[in-house]
T-cell receptor, first 117, second 113 residues
């Protein structure tokens, strides 16, 4: 079964509004989670690293004021797209690592389709 | 920096054919290597992984071997099914990068009955 869950799976919002996407680790704690963005038929681009209890670390070129990340607990990270515009429409997906005897395994959520109209 | 290169698709093949998707990487040290699969409209699912040289990851009939000497992690399946139609991503996680993943461009595979 799923070990990382995202919500909502699909959301449509009006231009200028904000939308929040949640990423939850199920049955394990994640001090770090990662947010990716995927354009149609393209690969995944890392946006930021979400750190529990501290500020997120953003990749170069990602607007931190536009994509607000909050890691409020060891099982929840949220991505808020503020003042959304049609060009923000994309597939957003989060991941979280689980540490095991064979090293870390990185699991992804189901992803969230954002459409800004 | 770290990078992953995988063959471009789409790859179209018939059911029961053999599938190979090439993946090579550039990284310092000894990264962990992964194959993820993305079915239409869905998120990424971990298909298999390998954490050290000569390790072989396998799952659902797919296999990939971590080749340090050729910096490769090619994905293979001996007999594909229509249900294997998806996009396959090769990825690495460098030791210094924590759990950040660097992805290849993805390879779309279409299996026809």
């Amino acid at each position: 079964g799923a070990v990382v869950s995202q919500h909502p799976s699909r959301v449509i919002c009006k231009s200028g509004t904000s939308v929040k996407i949640e990423c939850r680790s199920l049955d394990f704690q994640a001090t770090t989670m990662f947010w990716y963005r995927q354009f149609p038929k393209k690969s995944l681009m890392l946006m930021a690293t979400s750190n529990e209890g501290s500020k997120a670390t953003y990749e170069q070129g990602v607007e931190k004021d536009k994509f607000l990340i909050n890691h409020a607990s060891l099982t929840l990270s949220t991505l808020t797209v503020t003042s959304a515009h049609p060009e923000d429409s994309s597939f957003y997906i989060c991941s979280a690592p689980i540490t095991g005897s064979g090293g870390n395994t990185i699991y992804f959520g189901e992803g969230s389709w954002l459409t800004v109209v | 920096g770290d990078s992953v290169t995988q063959m471009e698709g789409p790859v179209t093949l018939s059911e029961e054919a053999c599938l190979t998707i090439n993946c090579t990487y550039t990284a310092t040290g000894y990264p962990s290597l992964f194959w993820y699969v993305q079915y239409p409209g869905e998120g990424l699912q971990l298909l298999l992984k390998a954490t050290k040289a000569d390790d072989k990851g396998s799952n659902k009939g797919f296999e990939a071997t971590y080749r340090k000497e050729t910096t490769s992690f090619h994905l293979e399946k001996g007999s594909v099914q229509v249900s294997d139609s998806a996009v396959y991503f090769c990825a690495l996680s460098g030791r210094a990068a924590g759990n950040k993943l660097t992805f290849g461009g993805g390879t779309r595979v279409l299996v026809k009955p």
